[in-house]
């Protein structure tokens, strides 16, 4: 199945390392990063894990919660925690689906066959409380992710679901936004009462609103 931005991800269940892993029990109405990685005992794989777990409270701040998914067993995955607490200090604090059986990474179209068979690729999919698909991407197993950004475009994702803003190139939290072409000035002024510069009438720089 591919998923498309705005589709709705589907359920299932499968085995983690915290349990039995129920997604949408598990999500409540939460949003979700769900990132799936090649396989187990893998250098970069072993660095992106770490890093995630360092980041769980900065997940935590924002309403979303963390899973990791590959197609290698519990077994392997309970013994490789080891090693990430080891090696990256800091242990798993999120599930680590286990699908040995593809069940999952199939559904989520999460084995690209021209880069591997038998691994699932580094995708990374952020789902809203609504359980859409809002945001996706994939990375070759070679080139690990840059969690930061994931938490960047999640600030983006959230602040533009609450105002009639779209966030510029390279936007960081408390920047300036851009007013979003499909409000006409007289409905900008109501939503922006302190004004905003235009630089050209299609582009339109605010104050980021609270
Ligand atoms: C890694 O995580 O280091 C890795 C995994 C698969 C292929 C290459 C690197």
Request: contains cysteine; charged residues 25%; glycine residues 6%.
């Amino acid at each position: 199945m591919s998923l498309k931005l705005g589709d709705t991800v589907p359920d299932f269940t499968q085995d983690s390392t915290a349990g039995r892993f129920a997604f949408y029990d598990w999500a409540g109405d939460s949003w979700v990063v769900l990132f799936s990685h090649p396989r187990d005992f893998t250098p970069v794989c072993t660095t992106e894990l770490g890093a995630v777990a360092a980041l769980k409270p900065a997940f935590d701040a924002r309403g979303v919660k963390v899973v990791g998914l590959s197609v290698d067993p519990l077994e392997s995955h309970e013994r490789w925690a080891d090693d990430i607490a080891e090696t990256q200090g800091h242990a798993l604090n999120f599930p680590l689906i286990a699908d040995a059986d593809r069940r999952v990474s199939e559904q989520l179209d999460l084995i690209h066959p021209g880069a591997s068979d038998t691994t699932t690729v580094r995708t990374v999919l952020v789902i809203d409380p609504q359980k859409k698909l809002r945001l996706t991407l994939t990375y070759p197993a070679s080139t690990g992710r840059n969690f930061a950004e994931i938490l960047r475009a999640i600030d983006s994702l959230q602040l533009t679901d609450r105002h009639k803003v779209a966030t510029p190139a390279n936007w960081e939290q408390g920047q300036d936004v851009i007013i979003v072409p499909s409000i006409g000035d007289e409905t900008a002024a109501a939503l922006f009462p302190d004004g905003w510069q235009t630089i050209k009438p299609y582009l339109r720089v605010v104050k980021q609103p609270a």
